[in-house]
């Protein structure tokens, strides 16, 4: 049997006027900005502090990941679509792909089969221009700060060798991770070394997604720490007084987007940083936006549990103040066939005893959900090639940890494939069981908040911190930024700095390499093993299997 590919499901789905998705979530036509007829900005305006407070949060995070993916996007939209199959009022919250991945290895973010968001194309590709706002200002700053070298008459003396600021693109590019400007001569600039980081990655775009309004924005902006002078004093943003000219290119990127599922229900896309390199979740307008708005909001966090999940319960609930009732864990027997063994080609391979060795990963992330006191709820994400005996398996032994476990079937059959997902979930938000707690402390200090993270999430017996790890702490100490969150940066394949330690690593202990301040967005990162922010494209890019015709139809988009 030959399935339709994603895009040829989204470009036969039967989509509505943006005005018809306003309207389900009671705005006027006249209160949005459209962009075209299926594109929508929402003023901030419609957030309610009020109603945040009486709505229910629902985090859709996952296990430790195949580079595939396992599917919390696909997950997120058809949980939406059965939440409102079964008469609850849900809105999905969703970050914004990044061109990268579009045309690397990983495809789009827009969910998949009858699981998605439209229009699909518009949303993978340059969508309302939002992450276009977030190069623009990144690389305003960028251009101050070389003037400023360059400037007779207004210099701070600010010493090259200490600027952290790099510029971004939001394109797969290794040959821009490191580079030379200002050659050329003295009327080029001030020749220094310089880099590129995809644009998901800049401190911007994490800016973008902790502000809480346009004050707020400008703020943060302005309190971005760029480096030092040549006498040691710290030099910000604001001192170059670039916060005003940067927020004035976010001005329409700070309200969030409305689009719709394929089943005509209100989808909030905004936002886009990588959960392994940044903060991974959507703006935190945006999900307030959704909890003004609806009954359910549905909101994924990147990645695995142990660093989207981390983050946005850590990080995002805490500064702003949200409190999630319910936790979806997805699962995907390809998954757990890896974690308990599998080679690549024996993912797809039905084998109960690979599930059974790889079942530790999945119940170490259960474990760390309580850990904030939320109950999860494991969403089976299927496969054709997953057997009965296998998915048995799961439920009954999550079944043993006081778990329900639920085939998700989704991306087969929409909200059809999801009711009982939805009514799991449900069950799980009317028990009151859940009530968040964070891990730790924004105000203790900066290593036990690294070690508590590492020791209790990750499961290391130890952290180790190098030579320029412990000067930088010295640093963090000497500006004031020890009450900052931590966006941990380390890889997504595994729960320690380790790729290869698949399942549920122990004995292990943690290596902080550097840390990194993004004080404009108040965190800081640790990075942990050698950790990129700037990908390279795979040997063979999905942009060479991508088709547009004389009509503008796009194919190979997935």
């Known amino acids: 049997m030959k399935y339709l590919s994603d895009i040829e499901i989204a470009q036969n789905n039967n989509i509505v006027h943006i005005r018809e998705i306003a309207a389900k979530l009671g705005i006027e036509e006249d209160d949005i900005e459209m962009f075209g007829k299926y594109k929508a900005k929402l003023p901030l305006s419609f957030i309610d502090e009020e109603k945040i407070k009486q709505n229910n949060l629902i985090l859709v995070t996952a296990i430790t990941p195949t580079p595939a993916g396992e599917g919390k996007t696909t997950v997120s939209i058809g949980l939406t679509e059965g939440l409102n199959k079964i008469g609850k009022q849900a809105t999905v919250v969703l970050r914004e792909p990044s061109l990268g991945p579009v045309f690397g290895i990983k495809g789009g973010a827009a969910g998949g089969g009858y699981s998605q968001v439209v229009p699909m194309e518009d949303i ?18 960028s251009a101050l700060i070389d003037n400023n070298l360059q400037s007779k008459c207004c210099s701070f003396n600010l010493d090259p060798r200490t600027i952290l600021w790099k510029r971004v693109i939001d394109m797969n590019d290794r040959s821009l991770r490191n580079i030379i400007i200002g050659l050329g001569g003295t009327a080029n600039g001030i020749p220094r070394e310089d880099g590129f980081n995809i644009t ?12 809480t309004d346009f004050e707020d924005l400008k703020k943060r902006l302005g309190d971005i720490f760029i480096g030092f002078t040549f006498d040691k004093k710290p030099i910000f943003a604001r001192d170059l007084k670039a916060e005003n000219a940067m927020a004035i290119l976010l001005k329409y990127a700070l309200k969030p987007n409305l689009v719709q599922t394929l089943e005509k229900n209100p989808a909030i896309i905004h936002g886009g940083p990588f959960a392994n390199i940044a903060q991974g979740t959507n703006t935190i307008i945006a999900t307030k936006m959704g909890l003004s708005l609806s009954n359910y909001v549905v ?4 990645f695995g549990a142990d660093l989207g999940a981390e983050k946005f319960l850590n990080i995002k609930c805490v500064s702003g103040e949200l409190s999630p009732k319910a936790v979806v864990l997805v699962a995907t027997i390809r998954a757990l066939r890896h974690h308990g063994g599998a080679q690549k080609d024996e993912y797809n391979i039905p084998n109960l005893e690979f599930v059974q060795n790889g079942f530790c990963n999945l119940e170490k992330h259960i474990e ?4 904030f006191k939320i109950e999860p709820v494991v969403a089976i994400n299927t496969f054709s090639n997953d057997s009965y005996e ?5 439920i009954e032994k999550c079944a043993a940890l006081g778990v329900q476990a639920v085939v998700s079937d989704g991306w087969a059959k929409g909200g059809n494939g999801t009711k009982k997902l939805a009514e799991a979930v449900v069950k799980v938000v009317d028990s009151n069981k859940s009530n968040f707690e964070p891990l730790y402390d924004w105000n203790s200090p900066v290593k036990e908040k ?8 990750y499961g290391a017996t130890a952290v180790d911190f190098d030579k320029k790890a412990k000067l930088n702490l010295k640093r963090i100490d000497r500006l004031g930024f020890n009450d900052f969150a931590i966006c941990m940066a380390k890889t997504q394949k595994s729960f320690s700095d380790n790729e290869n330690l698949v399942g549920r690593p122990e004995n292990f202990t943690v290596t902080v390499r550097e840390i990194e301040i993004a004080a404009g967005a108040k965190f800081i990162i640790p990075i942990l093993g050698q950790m990129m922010r700037m990908p390279g494209l795979p040997g063979t890019p999905a942009s060479e299997n991508m088709t547009i015709d004389n009509e503008g139809v796009i194919s190979g988009l997935s």
């Not at 993978?124 to 700053?141: I, M, P, R, S, Y």
């Not at 998901?200 to 902790?210: D, N, T």
């Not at 760390?368 to 850990?371: A, C, D, F, T």
């Open 368 to 371: 760390n959900i309580r850990k």
């Open 200 to 211: 998901p990655a800049s401190e911007v775009m994490a800016i973008l997604c902790m502000a």
């Open 124 to 141: 993978n590709l340059h969508f309302t221009g939002d992450f276009n706002a977030v190069e623009k200002a990144n690389n305003l700053l």
């Open 450 to 457: 690294i070690e508590k993270i590492a020791k209790e999430i």
């Open 390 to 394: 296998e998915i048995d398996f799961i």
């Open 299 to 302: 909101t994924e966090a990147g």
